[in-house]
């Protein structure tokens, strides 16, 4: 879109005034751009602190969406969620929170509705009084909507209010009781008619516990969700799944698929470790190695991420012959990550494992 790359050449060219003017224009319009130009607009607005106007984009983003027949967008809630945290108080207005918690109870209502709890228990004290909630503990509350909808046949927001619950009971250190809520879900709902972050945890909960049904609720809600930004994760988990059924071949397509498609998303490193892990084991040598030189030319990777990149680079080098740059690789290793023993053990082993010819 043209106005879109005239508002990146305006950022780029420091008119950062302008550039904000022209997002919050696009951001307002009744098509599929509006969404591209706010992600744009808020990226601006964080980078530069200014909080207030982030929240005001926020929200009018939000009251613009409750009338669309797409699901309200995530990226809203978050930086209201970030809003929040950087300024210790509520930060959505008290009617519009209130009209948000009461569309759950609608079937037809889509919206984040995790990140919409989030946002109400994250300030609880300060929304509870404006909102008239009863007394007590966020938990309480939750507790009570989650088992009001279910003995009212009202899944949809029965699912969302318990799953919420299981989140915030696993920050506790309670991962028992929150899991077992997470599978009451999995087995009460029907995954076709969930939003997207609740298809989201169930389908994550059936492969976490190598539940049959796992691929198929994977599998829907990619069907169900395509332009959602958890998709690598997604297909990083059927991958997996699929790899599990011995579908060697589809297995290396989806990770392939992440690795090629989302090289900017958190699952990047993760899949591309993994699909070279699987290269090697399946003899693919090549394609192991410019999978792992594509992962380590990024330069911003987790130091562990790194470390298991180069083990698997002195690995493929020892399997093909190459005894020189496989111990040139375990000696980096050893070098500058000894703090991961598990890795440093395996690079020592390799290293006496591999000795190199004496006329070498």
């Known amino acids: 879109n043209v106005e879109i790359l005239t508002a ?24 599929g751009i509006a969404l591209q130009a706010y992600g744009q607009l808020s990226g601006i607005l964080r980078q530069r602190s200014d909080i207030k106007s982030l929240i005001s984009a926020a929200e009018k983003l939000i009251t613009l969406s409750i009338d669309r027949p797409a699901p309200l967008p995530e990226l ?5 969620l970030y809003a929040q945290e950087i300024l210790n108080d509520r930060v959505l207005d008290a009617s519009m929170l209130c009209s948000l918690i009461r569309m759950l109870d609608s079937p037809a209502f889509d919206c984040p509705d995790i990140l919409l709890l989030r ?22 509350w939750l507790e009570a909507q989650a088992v009001a909808h279910l003995e009212s046949g009202r899944l949809r927001p029965y699912a969302s209010y318990n799953l919420f619950l299981a989140e915030r009971f696993e920050k506790m250190g309670r991962k028992d009781s929150a899991d077992a809520r997470r599978i009451q879900v999995l087995q009460s ?8 972050q609740v298809s989201r945890v169930l389908a994550l909960t059936a492969a976490e516990y190598d539940f049959p049904e796992a691929g198929k609720l994977l599998e829907t809600f990619l069907r169900r969700f395509p332009g959602s930004h958890h998709r690598p994760d997604i297909l990083f988990h059927l991958a997996a799944e699929r790899r599990s059924q011995s579908m060697d071949t589809l ?16 699952t990047f490193p993760h899949a591309c470790v993994l699909l070279a892990e699987w290269l090697i084991k399946d003899g693919i040598p090549e394609e192991a190695l410019s999978t792992l030189t594509i992962l380590l030319d990024r330069g911003d990777l ?27 690789n375990c000696q980096r290793l050893l070098q500058l990550y000894p703090a991961y023993h598990d890795i440093s053990a395996t690079a020592r082993a390799l290293i006496i494992d591999h000795p190199v010819p004496h006329d070498a």
């Open 76 to 80: 809203p809630f978050n930086d209201l």
């Open 8 to 31: 990146t050449w305006l950022q780029q060219t420091g008119r950062f005034g302008e550039a904000i003017q022209l997002l919050e224009k696009l951001s307002e319009e009744p098509h």
């Open 189 to 196: 709902v029907d995954p076709e008619t969930t939003g997207e």
């Open 251 to 266: 297995s290396r397509k989806l990770l392939r698929k992440v690795r090629d498609d989302w090289p900017d998303s958190g």
């Open 302 to 328: 987790d130091p562990r991420t790194t470390a298991k990149a180069i083990l698997l680079r002195a690995r493929l080098y020892f399997q093909t012959g190459d005894l020189a740059k496989g111990h040139l």
């Open 119 to 140: 946002l109400l228990t994250n300030q609880w004290q300060a929304y509870r009084n404006s909102l008239e909630l009863p007394p007590g503990i966020p938990e309480e």
